[in-house]
């Protein structure tokens, strides 16, 4: 076949695999389908303090004004934000189904149902009155578990609530400037404790019925003392003169930092430095930057503290793992600051000291250059 006629079936081809690829779906999101791994068991993970839960004022579906900190306090929170009109299947709906298939486990779960309450509050206060939000929640809510619809009396009351949660929200206007009633926003639920702080942060990839409760599970189990049978072995972990009967009734915190104390510390790192494990080469110092231990001891702190993060949230062990080889293996990709999608898969930092080129196209040649990135972009710990 000639070139002249070959193109145009070229072009067609074209256009249809570009029409093809814009017709399909929007894969969904994790929260509508099973849980593709085994969760952790409730307990046996923490959930530390990510900050305090913001207050403000807002409207129950009976018009009763409330301050959001009235809601909190007696029983764990999930709080989520959303607007009645949202079309987006993972967005607000996500959230809502999510939150659906949590209340009716939970029927099942009476003792774990009374001790949760779920709070859905609209940043469209516009058009989700309290009426509106009351009809949007009766095709939710099952039984006389406690789901509770919130809106705000106007926008002015509702924009501390939303500063105060980080929640970033943007209208959306047509090319001739007219609202289009379509909000643009990053989907968060928030899991809040007793004592009203903030215990985790769920996006649309970690968004799941089944996570959640766990997490929920494990705050309660937090909350109480458990007592354990003693491990097998457990005369090894005595010291002269314990009383192992003390020892049993202990709770189970004190037991964890106990046994923390007994049969594992800290790796002093400079040691490795001073003397690489057999194989390894000299480790290579800068002569303008001698280590030592003090600034060994503040490189540990910085790699696990969230507040070199924008939103304090985000921390370097949370896509380096150090249980996973300071990399992440559950995860194709990294996910940043906000549940922000990263292109590339965690690198493990393993022996990264001797490394001469840095990330994986090699683009830095200095760790104190390197170290810029991640905090600075934008889908990483985004700080400005």
Same mark, same amino acid.
Request: aromatic share 8%.
């Given at each position: ?7 145009? /079936? ?9 029409? =093809? ?19 952790? @068991? ?7 303090? *990510? ?7 807002? *409207?129950?579906?009976? $018009? ?20 009645? =009109? ?15 298939? /949590? ?64 929640? $970033? ?8 400037? !007219? ?12 899991? /809040? ?7 985790? *942060? ?41 009383? @192992?009967? $003390?020892? !049993? !009734? ?50 540990? @702190? ?34 940043? *600051? ?16 001797? =490394? ?29």
């Amino acid at each position: 076949m000639k070139l002249p006629y070959l193109l145009p /079936i070229l072009c067609l081809l074209t256009n249809a695999a570009v029409f =093809a690829e814009e017709q399909k779906p929007n894969p969904l999101a994790p929260g509508y389908t099973a849980l593709p791994f085994e969760p952790a @068991k409730p307990g046996t993970y923490n959930l530390p303090i *990510i900050t305090k839960a913001a207050d403000g004022e807002v *409207i129950t579906t009976n $018009n009763q004004p409330k301050h959001l900190h009235d809601l909190m306090g007696d029983k764990l929170v999930l709080l989520s934000f959303i607007y009645a =009109a949202c079309s987006d299947v993972n967005g607000c709906p996500l959230a809502t189904q999510v939150l659906h298939k /949590i209340s009716r486990q939970l029927q099942k779960q009476p003792e774990l149902a009374d001790k949760l309450r779920l709070l859905t509050l609209s940043f469209n206060p516009a058009q989700d009155t309290p009426e509106m939000m009351r009809h949007y929640g009766e095709g939710f809510k099952t039984g006389d578990f406690d789901w509770q619809f919130l809106t705000t009396k106007d926008e002015a009351k509702l924009q501390p609530i939303l500063d105060g949660y980080q929640q $970033n929200v943007q209208k959306v206007y047509d090319d001739k400037g !007219q609202f289009t009633g379509t909000f643009s926003h990053l989907l968060r639920v928030y899991l /809040i404790d007793k004592d009203k702080n903030v215990r985790n *942060i769920y996006s649309v990839d970690f968004l799941h019925a089944d996570t959640l409760i766990n997490d929920v599970k494990t705050l309660l189990a937090d909350a109480k003392p458990q007592t354990l049978p003693l491990p097998a072995r457990a005369d090894m972990l005595f010291q002269p003169g314990d009383n @192992k009967q $003390n020892y !049993q !009734q202990a709770d189970y915190q004190t037991r964890s930092l106990a046994l923390a104390q007994r049969r594992g510390q800290p790796a002093k790192l400079i040691d490795f430095a001073l003397k690489p494990p057999l194989g390894l080469p000299k480790f290579p110092v800068p002569k303008d930057n001698q280590l030592t231990n003090a600034k060994i001891e503040l490189g540990r @702190k910085l790699f696990f503290d969230r507040r070199l993060s924008l939103n304090n949230t985000f921390s370097c062990a949370i896509c380096h793992i150090p249980e996973q080889g300071f990399s992440n293996n559950e995860m194709t990709t990294a996910v940043g *600051i906000e549940g922000r999608s990263v292109r590339r898969n965690s690198p493990s930092l393993y022996n990264v000291g001797y =490394a001469q080129l840095l990330f994986h196209d090699g683009r830095e040649n200095s760790l104190e250059q390197q170290a810029w990135g991640p905090l600075l972009a934008h889908n990483e710990m985004a700080n400005p």
